[in-house]
Every structure is written in structure tokens, then in C-alpha cells.
């Protein structure tokens, strides 16, 4: 099944796009799409699965968004800065029911998660999403974000070039790049310095064979062990046109874990398509879905962030808000104390897990853990009698 990177599932269709991979651009911005350190300085054979860093200062545009759902979690997505005042972003980032996003924190400049210093921090005040967005078939996966205070212009903060089909041509041997910090491995971890992957357009009629719901408003691009993966949604899909970078995709959708095995392309919002809905959303001349977001953090949080120990010799285990679904954004774990002369037993019921990307496992012992069992996907089992030895 496929799934958006960091969202929800999709439903199959049979309604497969029309060949569209050529795009044509005009629309520019003063000093859009120009990096003060130039990305093509370096090796292309970097990817965000298995991990290649980017230079710094090379993606200006690139923000690392944090996004308080409140009780609901906390999630990670990407955006790109298209001028001074407004983010944009994937509609699935800003939207997590049945829980409403509460802040939204834009990181510019940011390079490595671990040193902040010198990065520019805003919060959004307002969001804005596209009123045909559609959480199962991830049309119209579009949102902008309006910031509280205009961003600063540096050598590693500045806007990237938006586009419209009637000009310049985009080909399958565009040089294009996927930036963000997401997983950089299947199920791994989350990277904490920016990574860059070359992406080749795809056209829809063959990503189509791939995905299932594949419309003239999506773009697909891949290449052979490579792709964008949980984390990086919302992020862009940069390419260089005319000796400008343009955004020509946001980061959508893709396999479950980011399979690469097949080569399967990622999928994003084709932005040449939404030009106008852009400007008529910052202009306020359209009807779009409009959130007011707070500029301080939430207090009602659920975290999982110590493990939680067990230590009687009976009970239950549930996850965060259960029977409700479990908010986003959240690693927990349960840890079970059994003496060396115990044996455990433990029964799994009504098992419920994200198709995809979410999984439980359980390990036996702690350095060096042994795993007895992994579930993962969107199914719904009752497993018993599983038993380790303390």
C-alpha cells in the first residue's frame, strides 16, 4: 500500500495521469533561486536514503518546520521560503485529524539540528491549505504559511524561483534535487544534517504503474536506489533552469519504509500547477481552508520521551490516548522487569499500527538486544503467548 511520507494511507484508483513531465517556467522573483554557495560544486551522487550531507548554505531556501499538534504530537516536515513573508509547505504537514495544528515553528538556515547557532527561528501566525486537498488520494497537497515577522535575507536564507508551464523545459535529464532531514535509511533515523539526493523527472503514464493515483497535478521523480523518506515531506524538489533553481515539486508521497528495491519514484505536489492558487491564497482572492496558529508553545502534550517500567506481575500496556488513535511524532517505550527465575508472557491485542512508516517491536534484553518479534503495517491482529526469559 502506498502511503504519504509522514501522513496517511491511500486508497487505489484507476485514474492515471496524462504524460506531463515537461514543465515550461517564466514566473521569477529578484534574486530567487540563486545560492550563495552553489550545490552543483560538489559529487551528485548523494542521496537522503543512505545519506549524503549537503553543503552548507547551499539549499537557502530549505526550512525545517516543528509542528505542535497539542495532544495530538509533535511532527517534523520541510518548506520552502518563496519570499520574506510566506513558507510553502505539503497540505498532510498542517494537517493531523482529528487533532488541529496549535504553532508552527520555521527554521531558516539551519543546517545541522544540533547547532542552532546563528539560524533564523519564526512561527507562522496563519496557515493556509488548498480547499480540494485530499487526504486519501493526496491531491492538491499544497499549504502556505504565513510568518509572524519577515525573514531576514542572508547567504544561507533566501527564496526559491516558483514556476509556470510556458517557457522553459524540464526534462527527465533535468538536474533536479530532493533536500530535507528525514529518515536516511528505511525505518532508521532522522538525519540531523541537511541531505541532498539527485532525483530524474518521471514521466506519469509510467509512475502511474508504480502508484496508483497518479493526476496531472502530481510530478514523479526517482533514481535507482534513491529517495526522499519519512520526514522530508513538504520539503522541495529543486530544479536548475536558466542558471536559477526553481521549485518544481513538494514533497508528497512515496512506497511504504521508502522502498527503493524497484526504483519507485517519489511523488510530489507538481507546483507549476498551483502558480496561481499561491498567489491567490497570500493575496487572499481565493477561497482557501485558513487556520490561525498561536506563536507560543502548547502546555497539553502527550510524551513518551523516558521508557516506562514494569515491574508487578500482571497489568496493561495501551498506547498514548487509546482507545483513540496515538498521536504522531512519539517513540515510546515499555520496558518489563522479569526475574531470573520468572518467565513473562505477554498477549497482544487489538494491534492497529500506521501502514508503513509505524512499527512495535520487542527485544530481549538491553546492549546488544535480541529481537523476538516485529509487526508493521495497517493491519489489525491479536498475537498471544509470546514469551521471553528475563
Not at 515531506?233 to 533552469?241: D, E, K
Amino acid at each position: 500500500m502506498e502511503r504519504a511520507i509522514g501522513e496517511n494511507s491511500i486508497i487505489s484508483t484507476t485514474n492515471v495521469s496524462l504524460d506531463k513531465s515537461i514543465e515550461r517556467v517564466t514566473f521569477q522573483q529578484l534574486n530567487c533561486g540563486q545560492p550563495a554557495i552553489s550545490p552543483l560544486s560538489k559529487s551528485k551522487d548523494a542521496r537522503i536514503i543512505g545519506g549524503s550531507e549537503a553543503t552548507p548554505g547551499s539549499w537557502p531556501w530549505q526550512v525545517r518546520l516543528i509542528l505542535d499538534f497539542g495532544i495530538g504530537g509533535t511532527g517534523l516536515c520541510g518548506g520552502s521560503i518563496i519570499n520574506e513573508n510566506w513558507i510553502v509547505t505539503a497540505a498532510h504537514c498542517v494537517l493531523n485529524e482529528p487533532f488541529t495544528i496549535q504553532r508552527v515553528e520555521v527554521q531558516a538556515g539551519l543546517h545541522n539540528v544540533g547547532d542552532t547557532t546563528g539560524i533564523h527561528i519564526v512561527y507562522a501566525v496563519t496557515v493556509k491549505y488548498h480547499s480540494n486537498y485530499d487526504s486519501i488520494l493526496l491531491s492538491n497537497d499544497i499549504a502556505v504559511l504565513e510568518l509572524q515577522s519577515p525573514l531576514s535575507f542572508t547567504s544561507t536564507v533566501s527564496p526559491i524561483c516558483l514556476s509556470e508551464d510556458n517557457s522553459v523545459i524540464v526534462t527527465s535529464t533535468s538536474t533536479c534535487f530532493a533536500t530535507g532531514w528525514g529518515l536516511i535509511a528505511p525505518e532508521g533515523r532522522a538525519a540531523n544534517v541537511l541531505q541532498e539526493v539527485q532525483l530524474n523527472v518521471i514521466y506519469n503514464t509510467i509512475c502511474g504503474l508504480q502508484h496508483s493515483n497518479i493526476e496531472d497535478t502530481h510530478l514523479c521523480a526517482g533514481s535507482s536506489g534513491r529517495s526522499a523518506c519519512n520526514g522530508d515531506s513538504g520539503g522541495p524538489l529543486a530544479c536548475y533552469i536558466n542558471e536559477r533553481w526553481y521549485l518544481m515539486g513538494i514533497t508528497s508521497f512515496g512506497q511504504p519504509l521508502c522502498n527503493t528495491v524497484n526504483d519507485t519514484a517519489t511523488v510530489f505536489t507538481r507546483t507549476s500547477e498551483y502558480v496561481e492558487w499561491i498567489d491567490q491564497a497570500i493575496s487572499d482572492t481565493t477561497t482557501v481552508s485558513t487556520t490561525s496558529v498561536s506563536t507560543t508553545s502548547s502546555t497539553n502534550h502527550i510524551h513518551c520521551d523516558e521508557p516506562f517500567v514494569i515491574n508487578s506481575t500482571s497489568g496493561f500496556i495501551t498506547s498514548p490516548l487509546y482507545p483513540e488513535i496515538y498521536p504522531r511524532g512519539l517513540q515510546c517505550e515499555w520496558r518489563i522487569e522479569v526475574p531470573s527465575d520468572k518467565v513473562s508472557v505477554i498477549s497482544f491485542n487489538d494491534v492497529n499500527i500506521h501502514c508503513g512508516y509505524d512499527y512495535m517491536q520487542v527485544l530481549d534484553g538491553e546492549e546488544q538486544a535480541r529481537k523476538k518479534m516485529k509487526v508493521s503495517g495497517d493491519i489489525k491482529l491479536v498475537l498471544s503467548d509470546i514469551t521471553t526469559n528475563g
